[in-house]
């Protein structure tokens, strides 16, 4: 769904499906319907393979915290690898994904909360154990910003194209193979999400008190 959800119609996913929309309106009655029957189907076998991925982890590390850098290759990165499984959508689904993900309605957000449930408390779990001297909230920050990063990423090239329009013409982005682009984004949000997972801690100032003056 190139123009996203709220603007795309059944008539316009089964005319590019090339299927019959009085069948499809048989089976799933509405757009919402048939949209969560496609993500509940994807989803499955992509979380499926992120809890498999991180239980293979643990049982290498035997009971002792499994690498932040490999937890999120197990989550991150599984989905990316996706776009290379047709089977199961591959960067087409990708780029849905990230598009419902990045402009969601209240019934994605329903849904989606109750497909990811499970495996984002797995991997929370695993972050808070490979990371103890980090407070709690904060790792759920910065997997909530690791996980908007990600969506946009995947969503397009859109802002892409945007911050390069002025520059293109010299090469700031190369004239890279569109079939490259997810096996080349992986390792650049890769170092991007371990980047700020790393990064230090944010000082907060006590409420009501003075900012500190500066020199």
Do not use: C
């Not at 005319?15 to 029957?37: D, M, P, R, W």
């Not at 047709?86 to 402009?103: D, K, M, P």
Request: proline share 5%; no cysteine; glycine share 8%.
């Amino acid at each position: 769904m190139t123009h996203g959800f709220q603007s795309t119609s059944m008539r316009q996913i089964t005319s590019e499906a090339q299927v019959n929309l009085a069948a499809v309106n048989y089976h799933f009655g509405t757009k919402e319907a048939l949209i969560q029957e496609i993500f509940h189907q994807r989803l499955s076998w992509l979380n499926q393979e992120r809890l498999h991925a991180l239980e293979r982890l643990e049982q290498a590390a035997g009971g002792k915290p499994v690498k932040p850098t490999r937890i999120l290759d197990a989550f991150f990165g599984t989905l990316l690898r996706m776009a290379a499984h047709e089977g199961e959508g591959g960067a087409v689904f990708l780029r849905l994904l990230g598009r419902t993900l990045t402009e969601p309605t209240e019934f994605a957000r329903a849904f989606l909360a109750h497909e990811y449930e499970h495996v984002l408390e797995r991997y929370k779990q695993a972050l808070f154990k490979a990371l103890p001297d980090v407070p709690k909230p904060e790792i759920v920050w910065r997997f909530h910003f690791m996980l908007g990063a990600t969506a946009y990423a995947i969503a397009g090239t859109d802002s892409l194209q945007l911050l390069a329009s002025q520059q293109d013409r010299h090469g700031l982005l190369g004239q890279e193979d569109a079939t490259l682009q997810f096996e080349r984004l992986l390792p650049r949000l890769m170092h991007f999400l371990v980047g700020g997972l790393r990064a230090p801690l944010p000082v907060f100032e006590q409420v009501g008190q003075k900012p500190a003056k500066r020199a």
